[in-house]
């Protein structure tokens, strides 16, 4: 199964701007978030089907859901005024 980008989950009320930037080049698809986030976290379920990258910004989570066989070293975070998540 080809990996793929998916649903974006947000656990509380606050609304980072979120765009998904994909190129022809798998290498360089990556997702944008404006502010500051930080890694908090990365699951994957039993049947390594899919796989679950949750941030932090203060009190505020986000988790991000992508179908496919990941693990954390898969993505490279970039923070700053806009956090980039990208696919390694």
């Given at each position: 199964?080809?990996?793929?980008?998916?649903?974006l989950t947000r656990r509380d009320c606050a609304s980072p701007k979120i765009e998904l930037?994909?190129?022809s080049d798998a290498e360089q698809d990556a997702v944008d978030l404006s502010g500051d986030w930080a890694f908090s976290g990365f699951s994957?379920?039993?049947?390594?089907?899919?796989?679950?990258?949750?941030l932090a910004k203060d009190a505020t989570h986000l988790s991000l859901n992508f179908i496919g066989d990941y693990t954390k070293v898969d993505?490279?975070?970039t923070s700053g005024?806009?956090?980039?998540?990208?696919?390694?």
């Open positions: 199964m080809a990996n793929c980008w998916t649903e930037n994909s190129s994957e379920n039993s049947g390594g089907t899919l796989g679950t990258l949750t993505f490279a975070i005024a806009t956090t980039v998540i990208g696919h390694t």
